[in-house]
T-cell receptor, first 112, second 115 residues
Framework: DQQVKQNSPSLSVQEGRISILNCDYT??????FLWYKKYPAEGPTFLIS?????DKNEDGRFTVFLNKSAKHLSLHIVPSQPGDSAVYFC???????????FGTGTSLTVIP | DAGVTQSPTHLIKTRGQHVTLRCSPI?????VSWYQQVLGQGPQFIFQ???????GRGNFPDRFSARQFPNYSSELNVNALLLGDSALYLC??????????????FGPGTRLTVL
């Protein structure tokens, strides 16, 4: 039972434009969310997090938006760069913090 | 600063064998979690350890076990290997702040192939 879903397996964006990656979750107990970026043959690299007490968090070119009523979060990358090409995972955790549930990932390609 | 380290990088085993994977957390982190990632899927939680105690267990058979040592490093053991155990095994460390989740930082993983 997939509690975190990334329904777009892939996304292509022109360099300089905005990339929007989406993530949906089903468990209303989730209250902490992370985005990771993964290159082939490497472990996931942490990008940005958001707690359920916020609806937006920014870090440089990366912004995460959380819509709790819709159980939806999104990652915006502006401007997109070729080096952003990777697989992006969203992950969610409940109040115990002991277990993160991951989506299946979205492969982003930024075209120069 | 050194990140999370894992060894070995790659491993090839045959069905029925046993494997031990190792992980050293980021300095100062007291919690280690293990995840399995099969091709085309996101990481799936196996275990979390904090201060040498198991704090969480995912939906994996008893063939999977782990432990954490006084220096906070950890081992994941898998017995009676099956072909389906072929995957990338990821270790993540975190500080484990009291009362809530915190960010997990991943190592490069160990690629296990079972023949």
């Amino acid at each position: 039972d997939q509690q975190v879903k990334q329904n777009s397996p892939s996304l292509s964006v022109q360099e300089g434009r905005i990339s929007i990656l989406n993530c949906d979750y089903t468990n209303s107990m989730f209250d902490y969310f992370l985005w990771y970026k993964k290159y082939p043959a490497e472990g996931p690299t942490f990008l940005i997090s958001i707690s359920s007490i916020k609806d937006k968090n920014e870090d440089g070119r990366f912004t995460v938006f959380l819509n709790k009523s819709a159980k939806h979060l999104s990652l915006h990358i502006v401007p997109s760069q070729p080096g952003d090409s990777a697989v992006y995972f969203c992950a969610a955790s409940g109040d115990t913090g002991n277990q993160f549930y991951f989506g299946t990932g979205t492969s982003l390609t930024v075209i120069p | 600063d050194a990140g999370v380290t894992q060894s070995p990088t790659h491993l090839i085993k045959t069905r029925g064998q046993h494997v031990t994977l190792r992980c050293s957390p980021i300095s100062g982190h007291k919690s280690v979690s293990w995840y399995q990632q099969v091709l085309g899927q996101g990481p799936q939680f196996i275990f979390q350890y904090y201060e040498k105690e198991e704090r969480g267990r995912g939906n994996f058979p008893d063939r999977f076990s782990a432990r954490q040592f006084p220096n906070y490093s950890s081992e994941l053991n898998v017995n009676a290997l099956l072909l389906g155990d072929s995957a990338l095994y990821l270790c993540a460390s975190s500080w484990m702040k009291p009362g809530g989740p915190d960010t997990q930082y991943f190592g490069p993983g160990t690629r296990l192939t079972v023949l």
